[in-house]
Every structure is written in structure tokens, then in C-alpha cells.
């Protein structure tokens, strides 16, 4: 099927090429090329160069909003199938409404940076669900789960941004996709491409002892503002948010273009510390406080006025270079802070204060009393796999045991609310038998792992399937060793980051590795990273050892040999971390 001009957008001069991020094989037309030396290049900063696109994504998204692209979907691809969709459209716009082609089956990681896009992707889609805050019902749960049974083969994961992502998705059945969605509330609004993304919240909002503050009007206050709003649609790249009012600090609010994180200020009350410019994948750059206190009431326009600066003074030349991140290290703190009372909010906001180190974990594992006298219980399943029919019936098992709510978490996890306390070990041995444990292992409790090779076209190496060998050998491997804390194992599928392997106890990059002569799928290891947490007292990057690599098959094997390294060696008396042992270790005792 063929569309005529007066039914899709002009083309650009050049194809749309899928979106790579930082580090990725570029596919760049000739005006994205890297400047030369001493050269004198504009890096397309709306306002300061103007808004002449300077690469060939800029100009696509100038030529029509992605957010248009759904009208399309529904009344023409639809309708037509794969065949008939525009291939900016498809590489470009589609990503707006939570949909990327995902990688044909078959293609080993080598052949990932060979190949072109056309080569690499299937008919198919991942399709993800935006679940901003990660709050659920079980109405809505049992409809992402029918929708993986329908039209998704059974697939579901629980991403570490509190999303469902789907697979094998036809573009046939996207318009019946989205009514169900939107008949309870739930959606795929900008949950991907150059917009604001899902906006993480705190799994246990409102419903907490301990929290100082319940984030969720400030979440809806945001989403229902400016997420589908076309002045934000087209930003230099991604946008993430996060927001917690738990001292826990259980957003990853380090990693976040903005952030929000709880504090109670000794003149002014409860309000938020502003975090800006977090961001990982292939240059990792940690995110830094403003200095400023925000109001509950001022949240959603600070929110706005750094979306706007983002927009507005984001690097838009270069795609590697286009994150928040990039402009902030440039800028430094004050200038950023200068630019946005000056020329966003209209006026200063007051100095305010850094929260305290975190005094629990911030994944909610476990049985928890909520500030109701009934219980939260945190479940893990492994590495976020979930499926359809799990979904279904956990939903199920849910409404019998009185409970209609629940959250996903930024750790793959799932958070069980409203239980009464006759309910709760009954529940815990139901949930046991889906695969989703309340008391796991320290191993299982602290995986994660990106998509991998199995849908992602970016992928180089297997990740979940992987990762979840390697963390039920390591149950068997470490039972009867006393390990002092949860050991976070991310595992990633390309440089990109997704699983957050910087700051992780033991990040494994995915890539090709040369073992005993034969170049074999593995992973380059990171060391010793991690967020703020109890265990320690600011978040940072962790190390790599030169050399160091891991086959594919080997995760367990090098994972059992450094934990027992670290149980040996570590300094019990100062109740030592594997990420500090990590950093002073020797070289020696990490290979």
C-alpha cells in the first residue's frame, strides 16, 4: 500500500534511522558529523542557533510530531499492515506511542553492528505500557495481562522504570490495544522516543509509615499537564523523572534528568530536594543537587521549567551528545539554577537541604506494616520476567486475599498493598508459586537485567535468560555463606545501560569477548557501583579492571569467585560493602 502525500507527512531528504543512543555505531547523514578540531560548529541549541534542524531526526520531527503518528496507526497501518507504514514513521514517530520493532529472530550479536536496521528488525513490536508511579489496580492488571495473552504471545516484563513491556505486538492490533488501555486509565503516551517519559514514583506512596510525603499529586499534577502536550514533544532526546517522598530514596533519583527527592526543611516544612542531569549508558554521568527547596505546590512548575531548558538549550547536533547531562556539565549547577528561576519560574526559590542517607532499602522487598495497619509485601520475580498468564493470576490472587492494588518498583519488583494480616503468609506461599518471592535470596533479591538479545535490535548478548541460570546456580553455589547485604548483579545486553550496570555491586556490559583465543558473546565487568542507599552514604560509578571479561555462560561461575573473594577479605569490623571492598581492592582478588 502506497500513501498518498495528502496522507502522511513529507519525507525528509534522507531516511529516519533508529534512535542510538550514546557510544552506538552511528548511521549519520553528513550534516552529523563530529566537528573537526578548532572547528566552530553550532549544536543546534534552539535558543541560541535557532531551530533549523542540524541532523536528519531533527528534521523528521520538525516535518510532523510524533504524537500524529497514532491517527496513521489506527486508520491506515492498521488496517494495512507492516508493509504499508512509512519508514520515518516506523524507525521515528512510532516510538512516541511505546512502539520499536524488535529484533528477528535468529541474528547472532555479532552480525548486531553489520547489519542494517531493515535487516535486523521483524514485523513485530515491543510495545510499552506507561505506568506512571507505577500504580496499579487489579482491573488494570488483568488487562495488560490479557493483552499479553491475546496479542502478545504471553510476554510481559517489568522493566527498572516501572513499565510492562509486551511482545510480538502487529501493528493490526494496536487500535484494540489501546482502547482496552485507555478504558482503565492506563496508556503509551510518549512512553518512548524524544519525549517526557513515564515519571517514576515511590512503590509505596501514600501508604507508608515512614514516608514524609505522598508524591502522587504531584505526579498526576505533572502527567495530567504536560505528557501528549506538543510543546515537549519534541525534545533533544529522552526526558526521565522521578519523584519519592520515602526517605528510602527509591526512585534512582541519581540517574534522572530531574528528580525530586523528599525533605523536611527546618522553616519551611516538607518539600523536595531538585536533583538535575543523571543519566548512564555509555558516558555515565551522576546527577547533581540544584541547592534549592521545593514547595509540593511548585513541583509541577520546576518540573516544566527544566523540561523547557531541555528543550530549549539541549545539545540537538550530535545524538550522543544530546542528554540533560551534557548541558549540565557544561553550565555547571549555578548557571542551571540561574536559568531556571530567571528565565522559567519567574523568581528564586529558596536554598534548601540535601536528604539524609536512606535508613532501609528502597526496593520494599518483603512484609511491611503501611500507615493503616494493614500490610505491603514487596515480591521479586526473576529479572522482572514475568507473563500473561502469571499476571492474570496474580491478579486473581489478589482480589481473594482482599487486596485491588498493587506498584511495580524501579528494580523489577512488584508491591502488594492493602493486605490484612490473617492474609499475609497464606498470600506469600500463593505468591511463592507464581515465582514471585516476598523473602528471596540476597542474589535473586538484588538481579536485574535489561531485554537482551532474545527482542532488542541493539543487543549483542543474551541477558535474561542468562542471568536468571546464573542466579539459580548461585543459590545453590552460596547457600550456608552469610552474605551481609544484598549483591546487585545487573546484567545488560550492549553498552547502553538499560539494566543501570555502573551502579550495580557487579555490572556486566554485554559484548563480544575473546576467551582463550575465541571471540564468544560475554560481558565487561563493572565493579563496585550504586546508588545512595543504607549501605552507603552517596551513590557512585563503579570501576572496571582492564582485561576483565566474563563468556556468557560464565556469570555464575565469576559471580561465585569474587563473592567469595569479597566474604574473605572484607573488613567485618567497619561492616564492609562489596562496593568498598570492590574499590580498594587489588586487581588480583578481582579477576
Known amino acids: 500500500m502506497t500513501l498518498s502525500e495528502t496522507t502522511r507527512p513529507a519525507r525528509p531528504e534522507r531516511p529516519a534511522r533508529p534512535e542510538r543512543a550514546e557510544g552506538e555505531r552511528p548511521t549519520r547523514p553528513a550534516g552529523d558529523r563530529p566537528a573537526r578540531p578548532g572547528a566552530n560548529r553550532p549544536n543546534g541549541q534552539w535558543k541560541i542557533d535557532g531551530t533549523a534542524p542540524l541532523n536528519g531526526n531533527e528534521e523528521w520531527k520538525q516535518v510532523d510530531d510524533g504524537l500524529a503518528v497514532r491517527e496513521r496507526i489506527e486508520n491506515i497501518y492498521s488496517k494495512g499492515g507492516f508493509a504499508s507504514i512509512d519508514p520515518t514513521d516506523l524507525h521515528g514517530r512510532f516510538r512516541v506511542w511505546g512502539l520499536y520493532t524488535q529484533r528477528k529472530p535468529g541474528i547472532d550479536g555479532g552480525r548486531t553492528a553489520t547489519l542494517e536496521p531493515h535487516e535486523l528488525e521483524d514485523e513485530y513490536f515491543m510495545l510499552r505500557v506507561r505506568i506512571d508511579g507505577g500504580q496499579l489496580t487489579t482491573e488494570q492488571l488483568r488487562v495488560i495481562a490479557n493483552l499479553s495473552i491475546d496479542f502478545g504471545r504471553d510476554t510481559a516484563d517489568l522493566t527498572d522504570r516501572q513499565n510492562v513491556q509486551l511482545h510480538w505486538v502487529r501493528v493490526e492490533d494496536m487500535p484494540e490495544i489501546w482502547r482496552r488501555l485507555e478504558s482503565v486509565g492506563l496508556g503509551t503516551t510518549e512512553a518512548c522516543g524524544d519525549v517526557p517519559r513515564v515519571v517514576l514514583g515511590s512503590p509505596v506512596a501514600g501508604i507508608s509509615v515512614e514516608e514524609l510525603i505522598d508524591p502522587t499529586p504531584q505526579i498526576d499534577e505533572i502527567t495530567s499537564r504536560f505528557i501528549g502536550d506538543p510543546t515537549l514533544s519534541n525534545l533533544p532526546r529522552k526526558f526521565k523523572s522521578a519523584i519519592t517522598g520515602h526517605p528510602s530514596q527509591d526512585v534512582v533519583h541519581e540517574i534522572n534528568d530531574v528528580a525530586f527527592v523528599a525533605v523536611e526543611h527546618p522553616e519551611l516544612g516538607v518539600g523536595y530536594d531538585l536533583w538535575v542531569g543523571g543519566g548512564l549508558s555509555t558516558t555515565p554521568r551522576l546527577g547533581e543537587r540544584l541547592g534549592v527547596f521545593v514547595a509540593p505546590e511548585q513541583v509541577a512548575e520546576v518540573w516544566h521549567g527544566v523540561a523547557q531548558i531541555f528543550r530549549d538549550y539541549g545539545y540537538r547536533r550530535l545524538r550522543n551528545k544530546a542528554r540533560l547531562k551534557f548541558l549540565l556539565a557544561e553550565w555547571g549547577t549555578e548557571k542551571f539554577r540561574q536559568v531556571l528561576q530567571d528565565e522559567y519560574l519567574g523568581g528564586a526559590l529558596p536554598d534548601g537541604l540535601a536528604a539524609p542517607k536512606p535508613p532501609t532499602p528502597g526496593d520494599h522487598v518483603g512484609v511491611h506494616r503501611q500507615k493503616d495497619g494493614r500490610f505491603y509485601i514487596g515480591v521479586t520475580p526473576i529479572v522482572g520476567r514475568v507473563s500473561g498468564p502469571t499476571l492474570a493470576k496474580l491478579a486473581d490472587l489478589l482480589e481473594a486475599h482482599g487486596s485491588t492494588r498493587l506498584r511495580t518498583t524501579p528494580h523489577q519488583k512488584l508491591v502488594i498493598l492493602d493486605v490484612e494480616g490473617q492474609h499475609v503468609e497464606p498470600l506469600i506461599a500463593e505468591l511463592n508459586e507464581l515465582g514471585l518471592e516476598a523473602r528471596p535470596s540476597l542474589i535473586r533479591r538484588g538481579t536485574i537485567a535489561c531485554t537482551g538479545i532474545e527482542f532488542c535490535k541493539l543487543a549483542i548478548v543474551e541477558t535474561k535468560v542468562n542471568a536468571t541460570k546464573a542466579v539459580k546456580d548461585l543459590e545453590d553455589r552460596l547457600r550456608g555463606f552469610d552474605l551481609p547485604h544484598p549483591i546487585s548483579l545487573h546484567v545488560n545486553g550492549c553498552p547502553n545501560s538499560c539494566a543501570r550496570i555502573q551502579t550495580a555491586d557487579i555490572g556486566l556490559k554485554g559484548q563480544l569477548v575473546t576467551i582463550d583465543g575465541e571471540q564468544v558473546p560475554g560481558y565487561q565487568v563493572h565493579l563496585g557501583g550504586g ?56 586487581e588480583e582478588a578481582l579477576q
Open 531 to 586: 546508588l545512595a542507599s543504607k549501605d552507603r552514604d552517596e551513590a557512585g560509578l563503579g570501576r572496571t579492571v582492564r582485561g576483565l571479561k566474563v563468556a556468557a555462560d560464565g556469570i555464575a561461575d565469576y559471580t561465585e569467585r569474587v563473592v567469595k573473594r569479597f566474604l574473605e577479605e572484607r573488613d567485618a569490623a567497619t561492616d564492609e560493602t562489596f562496593a568498598r571492598w570492590a574499590h580498594r581492592a587489588d
